[in-house]
């Protein structure tokens, strides 16, 4: 199922300028319903105060880091069938492996292109 | 720092000691004095570190302040790159919803075929531009970077004054001769840095060490 350009995104990240990027690469890629977290937490408290269809997390935040909100969103009921992509810079295989195993759906490494943010959410919503 | 050893005059009174089986009381009395000696002249040496010490911890705030302002200027530097280029990524926009309305009608107006292909070239042009502004965008993700670097060299720098101010508080009370109420405040004071060891330093528990310490 293509991706619904009307879903609401919440992309979080505790850089502003970050999460300034990543809105304005998925507004180009015609997304137009986009939220936006400073944290793990702040992204939970926002994901169960609304409806969300996806969500873009950085990994290394204050508060609470985006593996532990992706754990948190797999095990909560309501939100675990979110599709849940991973921005980050760290490229270890072992935080890749982390991030499979906490049942993320997909995972870029920063720094990153356009290309590559529509390429991955193309192969989430396939 | 050189490794205490056994004197040789030492070593060859316990090598006769050894040979004739005689107590070695005396002689090693003699060996635990040198040993004092050594280790008296070791702490002395140690101590004429504390100055520069103080020194370099007085100069890591300040390190750790330049270090954040960075951050804070890459990162307003690289907003205000963004607000320049959102603002042209709009124009664009506006300009290729003209240039449709353009097209639509001179093709209407039956002008020149040659004129409507320039119009349709101008909006390629347009939409490469987008296509170069996005990735000016994503370019400026080299601030994040920038940023998690400088916390981590922040993280290391903390590290290092709690370190350096632990030299000072184990060597101060010795350089100054210190009584039993000094060397008791040192120990409290060491608590405390073990007790911020996972946290920022507090500046004012900085100061308070330096100035307890005789650094002013």
Redesign the interface.
Known sequence: MPADPNMKILVV?D????R??VK??LK?LGFNNLEEAENGQDALTKLHADTYGFVVSDW?MPVMMGIDMLRAIRADEKLKKIPVLMVT?EAQKENLMEAVQAGVSNYVV?????ETMQDKINKIFK | MAQPRVTPKAQEALDEDEQTGKAPDAKLYEELGELARFIDTTMKTLSEFSAPVNASTEQLPQAQTHLLNLKTQTEQGTHRVMLEVEAIQENHVQANKMLKDIAQALQHANVDPALIQQMHALGQTLGQNDKRLLDIMTALSFQDLVAQSVNKLVTILDEVEHRLLQLVVVFGPYQKQAAKTDQSKASEMLKQLEATKNTSMDQDLADEILKQFGFN
């Open positions: 990240d850089m502003s300028t970050m300034r990027i304005n690469i180009q290394n810079a920063k720094p990153f292109t356009a």
